[in-house]
């Protein structure tokens, strides 16, 4: 009993994983895969991809924006949740990562609800200002630096009900007392949106801090 967040030790993670979640067979083989793998901890926990999955089922979603794409697990997981006619556009940079990503979006059979840029991301929402307020979902994971230019342009791009979630808002807890150019830009994100009119918001402690603003 406790009006604190537990803390998540490795057991209480195993068991999240275990009986916390109903996985995909390629979810858990991306999660596998991404154990040994250089960066691979960038990845999101299996229990904020399903909680994700719930948003995405929950809010209807059906055209989202996924910026940091990295291996393609979150992209996946969202794209699992949408329905038939869902489409999620990702932006990364990285060919090399986003081929495993493509790989195994194929393999889910979701590749056709997915369409990949690889290129800057702030050029493809430019690119995107022609599709302002039609997206109902944004899952925002790139350089930290630039959340919060991301979360402005995507706002834009938001219809009001839709959803866009910070990855990475609590840095892990260096936010508190920010000491470095990410966790200063990261805390300057978070008490933004907290100022932010256009916006409901809340921080929560999944994963490594996820932020959540709902466009009014
Ligand atoms: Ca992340």
Redesign the pocket.
């Known amino acids: 009993m406790s009006s604190k967040t537990l803390t998540i030790t490795p057991d209480i993670a195993r068991y999240l994983t275990q009986v916390g979640i109903r996985d995909h067979p390629v979810l858990s083989e991306l999660r596998a895969l991404m154990e040994d793998f250089p960066g691979g901890r960038?990845q999101?926990s299996p229990e904020q991809g399903a909680f994700m999955q719930m948003l995405v089922k929950m809010n209807g979603t059906r055209k989202g924006i996924e910026i940091g794409t990295f291996t393609g697990y979150s992209a996946l997981a969202t794209a699992l949740a949408m329905p038939e006619e869902g489409h999620l556009t990702c932006l990364d940079v990285s060919e090399e990562w986003t081929n495993i990503a493509r790989e195994h979006w194929q393999k889910a059979g979701v590749s056709e609800k997915i369409t990949l840029k690889i290129q800057p991301a702030l050029d493809s929402l430019v690119e995107m200002q022609d599709q302002k307020e039609t997206f109902d979902w944004v899952f925002i994971?790139a350089d930290k630096e630039n959340h919060l230019n991301y979360y402005e342009r995507c706002l834009e791009l938001l219809k009001p009900g839709g959803l866009v979630l910070v990855?990475?808002s609590l840095w892990g807890g260096s936010v508190v007392n920010p000491q470095d150019e990410e966790a200063r830009a990261i805390d300057a994100c978070n008490r933004f949106v907290q100022q932010d009119d256009r916006v409901d918001m809340v921080l929560l402690p999944v994963g490594?801090g996820l932020m959540m603003a709902r466009k009014r």
């Open positions: 960038m999101i994971d990855d990475n490594d």
